[in-house]
């Protein structure tokens, strides 16, 4: 035991019951069941995960994590062989939860989609569901969704944000049903050291804290803050497995795409090249920035909105990989949200963290990058102030389709 301490950091937070698996959340078995049974079974999952941890928001927790489905309004037209015309199938990410696509969801509903959202395997319950978890567990989850929304709807549509826009083109390479894309910071590439991230098991045995990048106070209820090395790892395997695909496939189906060029968490970089190959002259990808007149050789100016990221009058001054599929209108993270995003700050620089949690509606929001960390004590931006033109740059985009 003194072994294990002398080589922490003295300020390394201890780890607690949701540092283990629960047990309950680690695999995907839902792939026989009727998607309302499969919501069923998840709620079911997420009262007996949560019911012990925090049962005064019980409710609320279940209905964020959950997974769900929505139907058209009348009006629409019906499919000439299915039920719907069209469906999307909707992914979070990595670390989050369907609480993310709720406004995306309605967005397409409102647009006459039949409407699907999953939760990824080892999400939702507690961080350390996702200590033991394979990717393949995900893509399960998709390619269930998958078939399902394929029982009901002529055309089916993929949304992802983050890896869940990674596993959804995954899931579009191996299934010819799928007519299009629309991707959300799309984690198509990460940080190359995630691939010796599962490196800790040699030693993690001795020095549990090992298996984890991040051990954070986990406050969010709809998103982990803590974070495993395992989930990077198999992030990394994934985005392998991904980019071998799209070497031998050339994707041929309109992809619509949105991504802030500050992001930290994944490279920007790959989703401009991405749309750059992408063949189908729909294709197009909104790009947030600092510098909108900056030009992207590689990218036919067809393809590429750019959007100022900058806003001052909100205080605002980048983008991030967290701020796009959510408005400022969210309760829990839009202006005027019950969360604040500080937890970069925790647990080395302690005076920041508690001026961030204090003071969020004075604090300066962007992406957590160096320079934009020198301007001060910064708030990670959790919303997209530009929602509503990204709103009708997809509607666009589905009316070429």
């Known amino acids: 035991m003194q072994q294990s301490q002398s080589i922490l950091r003295p300020s390394t937070p201890s780890l607690e ?9 680690s695999r995907f078995n839902g792939s026989q069941l009727a998607f309302a049974d499969y919501v069923a079974r998840s709620r079911d999952m997420l009262n007996k995960a949560h019911s012990a941890l925090d049962a005064a928001n019980l409710e609320k927790i279940v209905d964020g994590n959950a997974p769900f489905e929505l139907k058209p309004p009348a009006g629409f037209p019906s499919g000439r062989n299915k039920i719907y015309r069209r469906g999307v199938l909707l992914t979070h ?6 609480y993310f696509m709720r406004h995306l969801a309605a967005f397409f509903q409102q647009n006459g989609f039949r409407v699907m959202a999953i939760l990824l395997p080892g999400h939702g319950t507690q961080p350390g569901d996702l200590l033991e978890i394979k990717w393949q567990e995900w893509a399960k ?17 993929l949304a992802g944000y983050s890896a869940g826009g990674a596993l959804s083109v995954y899931q579009s390479l191996r299934d010819q049903r799928v007519r299009g894309l629309f991707l959300f910071s799309p984690a198509f590439r990460v940080s190359p050291r995630a691939a010796y991230a599962n490196l800790h098991k040699l030693y993690s045995w001795l020095i549990p804290p090992a298996k984890w990048v991040d051990i954070k106070p986990d406050s969010d209820i709809y998103k982990y803050e803590s974070f495993p090395k395992n989930a990077a790892a198999q992030m990394y395997a994934l985005d392998k497995e991904l980019d071998a695909r799209l070497h031998a496939h050339e994707l041929s189906i309109p992809v619509f795409a949105a991504a802030s060029e500050d992001d930290v968490t994944v490279k920007s970089s790959a989703t401009i090249e991405f749309i750059a190959r992408a063949r189908n002259p729909s294709s197009k ?3 947030y920035t ?7 050789p590689g990218v036919p100016a067809e393809k590429l909105e750019l959007v100022n990221s900058v806003v001052p009058g909100q205080n605002i001054i980048s983008s991030a990989h967290t701020s796009i599929v959510l408005p400022g209108s969210d309760a829990h993270y839009g202006v005027s949200g019950e969360y604040s995003n500080c937890v970069h ?3 080395d620089e302690m005076e920041k963290y508690s001026a961030c949690l204090a003071r969020p509606g004075q604090m300066p929001q962007g992406e957590i990058t160096g320079g934009n960390l020198k301007a001060g004590i910064l708030r990670r931006l959790m919303y997209n102030p530009d929602f509503a033109a990204l709103e009708v740059s997809m509607r666009q985009f589905i009316d070429k389709l």
């Open 345 to 347: 700050y925790y647990p």
């Open 93 to 98: 990410g990595l670390s989050d939860s369907p």
């Open 141 to 157: 989850a998709v390619a269930y969704g998958t078939g399902r929304l394929a029982d009901e709807a002529d055309e089916i549509y």
């Open 17 to 25: 019951t949701r540092h283990r698996p629960s047990g309950l959340n």
């Open 285 to 287: 990808l909104v790009l």
């Open 290 to 296: 600092t510098n909108p007149e900056k030009h992207f």
